[in-house]
Nanobody, 129 residues
Framework: QVQLVESGGGLVQAGGSLRLSCAAS????????MGWLRQAPGKEREFVAS????????KYEDSVKGRFTASRDGSRNAVYLQMNSLKPEDTAVYFC??????????????????????WGQGTQVTVSS
């Protein structure tokens, strides 16, 4: 079982940037696809990014393409979400999630929640207009 802890959220003005981190303990993230999700008030949780275990594959939800970038650092056992040009509609609690299958194709990414089996507690991101 891996424990995931997100950090880096906060209050930022529209057009600003934040970098979210997801630190893992209890298990290596090496070999696992990772995902970033968000949940805004009154809305369902949605994936915004997925990154393959090698880092060579990434997938983004349409509304964040060109603004958000997922990355990972194996030496730190962590993944990151760089968020630029933030908009008020990006306001949400952001979560990271770890894939359930190891050493799938090195560019494998997915927004299927059934492919993930560990979730963090989330970090709040608030974008003011």
């Amino acid at each position: 079982q891996v424990q995931l802890v997100e950090s880096g959220g906060g209050l930022v003005q529209a057009g600003g940037s934040l970098r979210l981190s997801c630190a893992a303990s209890g298990r290596t993230l090496r070999g696992y696809t990772m995902g970033w999700l968000r949940q805004a008030p009154g809305k369902e949780r949605e994936f915004v990014a997925s990154i393959s275990w090698s880092g060579s594959g990434t997938k983004y939800e349409d509304s964040v393409k060109g603004r958000f970038t997922a990355s990972r650092d194996g030496s730190r056992n962590a993944v990151y979400l760089q968020m630029n040009s933030l908009k008020p509609e990006d306001t949400a609690v952001y979560f990271c999630a770890a894939g359930s299958r190891r050493w799938v194709a090195n560019d494998y990414v997915t927004f299927d929640p059934a492919e993930y089996d560990n979730w963090g507690q989330g970090t709040q991101v608030t974008v003011s207009s």
